[in-house]
C-alpha cells in the first residue's frame, strides 16, 4: 500500500508538519514528522484538518484549500520562515537589524530599505531565510489561535547578562504550543557581565535541553552590537530547515496568509504577505478574509516593485477593497465573480456572528443567569 512521511504530505497541503502531527496525536496516532503514514490515514487526516483547524469550510461557497493536496512531484525547496522571540530589550531588533546588515548582498546595500514587517535574507549558498519583524508574543498567538500558523523556526533571543526574564518565559512556552522547533540566540556576549552559561542552565527549568549541555535544541553566541557570531546564528537556522525538509509547490494559484496591513493615505489599503504555496501575480485575483480584490502591485521588502512572489517570499499588495486583518487567509481565485461569491459569503458569516454575540446588558446578564 502506498505510505507517505508526515512532512511530505504536509508539504503538499502547504501546512505545517507539526500541525499534523497534532492532528495525528489527536486521532489516536502519534508519529513523528518523519515517519510514514498509510493512505487512508493521510485522506482521513486531510478531512480532519480542513473541517477541524481552519474551519472555513462552513459552505461549499467558502474555499477548503487544506483538502487541496499538491502532487509530490510539483513541490520544490521553500526558504524557512523565522520569528524572533524574547524578553523586552535582549535584542532582538538589534540582532534583525544586524542579520539584514550582514546578509544583505551588495548590490542591495544602495537601495532604501522599506519596512513591511517581514524581509528575506540571502545566505552564501544562494538559499534564503525569511524573518518575520518582531511581531510579538501577542501577534503571534493571535494568528496562532487564528490557525496562521507561518512559523517555521523560532530564535528565541536570550541577553546574556539578564538571563530567563518573564517574557522568555512566555516566548517558550508559546512556541512549545505551536509545536515550532527553536534556536537560542544568547545574545549580548560582548559585555563583561555576561554569563552565558547560566542562561542554558536556566532553559533546563523549562526542559530545553541545548546542545552545549547534551541536547537537541541549538544554541548560538551572539553579539548583535559587535555583530559577532551572526554566521553561527545564520548556520544554525540553515541546518534546522534543512532538518524540517521544508518545501511547496510554486506552480499553482497562490494561497498566502496576511502578516500585517495598514491603511496608507496616499494608496489606499495595503496588506504584507507572506506566499504559502503557489506564485503571487500583479493582476491576480483575491480573496483576503471577507474582502476580495485584485493585485494591481507587489512590492518586495526591498521596496521594489516585483511581478511575482513564490512559497516563503513576504510581499506588499496593492489592490484591496479593504484593510484586511493580520492572520487572514489570503488565496487566489479564478475570477472576480468567484472572489465576490466567497467575500460576500465571509462577510455574512462575520455579520451573523455579530448579531448573535448580544451586547451585554444588565437585562441579559441576569437573564443568563436565571
Ligand atoms: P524591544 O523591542 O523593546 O522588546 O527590545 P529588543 O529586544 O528589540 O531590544 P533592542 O534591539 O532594542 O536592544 C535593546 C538594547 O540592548 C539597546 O540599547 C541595544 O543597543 C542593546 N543591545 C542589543 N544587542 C546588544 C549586544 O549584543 N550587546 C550589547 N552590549 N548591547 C546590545
Ligand atoms: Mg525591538
Known sequence: PETITVQELANRMAERGADLVK???????????????????????????????????????????????DAAESLQPRPPVVTIMGHVDHGKTSLLDAIRGAAVVSGEAGGITQHI?????????????????????????????????????????????????????????????AGVPMIIAINKIDKPEARPQRVREELLQHEIVVEQLGGDVQDVEVSALQKTNLDG??????????????????????????????????????????????????????????????????????????KEAGPAMPVEVLGLSAVPSAGDPFTVVENEARAREVAAYRQSVLDRKRTTAAPVSLENMFASKA
Not at 34 to 44: F, N
Not at 120 to 146: I, N
Not at 280 to 285: E, I, Q
Open 233 to 306: 546564528l545564520l548556520n544554525a537556522i540553515h541546518l534546522q530547515a534543512e532538518i524540517l525538509e521544508l518545501k511547496a509547490n510554486p506552480d499553482r494559484a497562490s494561497e498566502a496568509t496576511v502578516i500585517e496591513s495598514k491603511l496608507d493615505k496616499g494608496r489606499g489599503p495595503l496588506a504584507t504577505v507572506l506566499v504559502q504555496r503557489g506564485t503571487l501575480r500583479v493582476g491576480d485575483v483575491f480573496v483576503a478574509g471577507a474582502q476580495s480584490g485584485k493585485v494591481r502591485a507587489l512590492t518586495d521588502d526591498k521596496g521594489r516593485q516585483v
Open 23 to 69: 492532528a495525528l496525536f489527536k486521532m489516536g496516532s502519534p508519529v513523528t514528522l518523519t515517519q510514514t503514514i498509510d493512505q487512508d490515514t493521510a485522506e482521513l487526516l486531510v478531512t480532519e484538518f480542513g473541517h477541524n483547524i481552519k474551519r472555513v469550510s462552513e459552505s461549499d461557497v467558502d474555499i477548503d484549500t487544506s483538502a487541496d493536496v
Open 117 to 177: 514587517g517581514a524581509y528575506q535574507v540571502s545566505l552564501p549558498d544562494k538559499s534564503k531565510v525569511t524573518f518575520l519583524d518582531t511581531p510579538g508574543h501577542e501577534a503571534f498567538s493571535e494568528m496562532r489561535a487564528r490557525g496562521a500558523n507561518v512559523t517555521d523556526i523560532v530564535v528565541l533571543v536570550v541577553a546574556a547578562d539578564d538571563g530567563l526574564k518573564p517574557q522568555t518565559v512566555e516566548a517558550i512556552n508559546h512556541t512549545k504550543a
